[in-house]
């Protein structure tokens, strides 16, 4: 999944218009995204959302944190029918999603649902959550994937509110949550960047994102979808070298030769498996 839309749980409007985006996922905000005075609200509409699912983007809901008291309220209000899986924020150590699993199993069989059904997201957000990455990674069966929170990570290394250069980029941490994630096979997503205005600033954000290996980028609105679509997508150029690769390594193959070159490049089995991700991943976008 590419796209991943966060929504405030209190804006019923704003949840209507998310079911008909072409998105790939929706991620109902309990958390900050929502006022203290909001939060019942909240819970009560993406309840309700869930509840009337219709079709459209997979749905996850981002709670509370597992040290706040208020997740119970959270889990009770939409572990049902229709949810894809919850991101959890603030994640910082192994021990937080397997309690959450735990919490889970409880309520899935309340809601009639079999047990895992519900999948996890954890937030990589703070330093002790980025050195725990590859063990939060690896904490249960639900893991799908980590998302990396850079705006609360910035916070909690005192890092300026305007960062430019190498400092704005993380290239460290994020890379760190691209490794620990693929360490487990899951799904890693980038950053939010925040100025929805500047089209040309995501793209370039989201292609550097990608080079890095994430998977995936977190959105806060929905002018952002395409470019970001635009990015993940394979190229018609990079297709056409995918094919050429894999055709030329099959017939080598057949033919009993171990080695070929295709555009005077030599090419070994992993740049042989790159090509076949290349052309399932165009398969799957249908392009």
Not at 28 to 56: N, W, Y
Not at 132 to 137: S, W
Not at 142 to 171: K, N, S, Y
Request: proline share 4%; glycine share 8%.
């Amino acid at each position: 999944m590419q796209s991943w839309l966060f929504v405030p749980g209190h804006r019923e409007k704003m949840i209507d218009k998310a079911f008909g985006l072409e998105l790939d996922a929706m991620v109902l905000d309990l958390e900050d995204g929502v006022p203290p005075a909001e939060k019942d609200d909240a819970r009560r509409l993406v309840g309700q959302a869930l509840a009337q699912r219709r079709t459209g983007p997979s749905c996850f809901v981002r709670t509370q944190s597992v040290d706040n008291d208020a997740i119970a309220a959270d889990l009770n209000a939409v572990v049902r029918p229709g949810l894809a899986g919850l991101m959890l924020p603030k994640s910082e150590q192994a021990d937080d999603l397997r309690r959450l699993d735990a919490m889970l199993t409880e309520r899935e069989s309340r809601a009639g649902l079999e047990t895992g059904t519900v999948r996890l997201v954890a937030i990589v957000e703070s330093a002790r959550g980025l050195i725990a990455a590859p063990a939060i990674a690896a904490a249960c069966p639900r893991m799908v994937g980590l998302l990396f929170g850079a705006e609360d990570f910035a916070l909690d290394l005192g890092m300026p509110a305007v960062r430019q250069g190498e400092t704005g980029q993380m290239l460290y941490a994020r890379s760190a949550v691209v490794v620990a994630a693929a360490s487990q096979g899951l799904q890693a997503v980038d950053r939010v960047y925040l100025d929805v205005a500047d089209a040309d600033g995501l793209r370039t954000e989201t292609k550097l994102g990608r080079e890095l290996g994430f998977t995936g980028k977190v959105l806060i609105h929905p002018n952002q979808i395409n470019v970001v679509h635009e990015c993940f997508a394979p190229s018609h150029m990079q297709i056409e070298h995918a094919r050429r690769v894999v055709e030329a390594f099959d017939k080598a193959q057949a033919e009993g030769h171990g080695s070929i070159t295709v555009a005077g490049q030599l090419v070994d089995l992993p740049i042989v498996e790159k090509a076949r991700r290349v052309l399932e991943l165009q398969r799957k976008l249908g392009n």
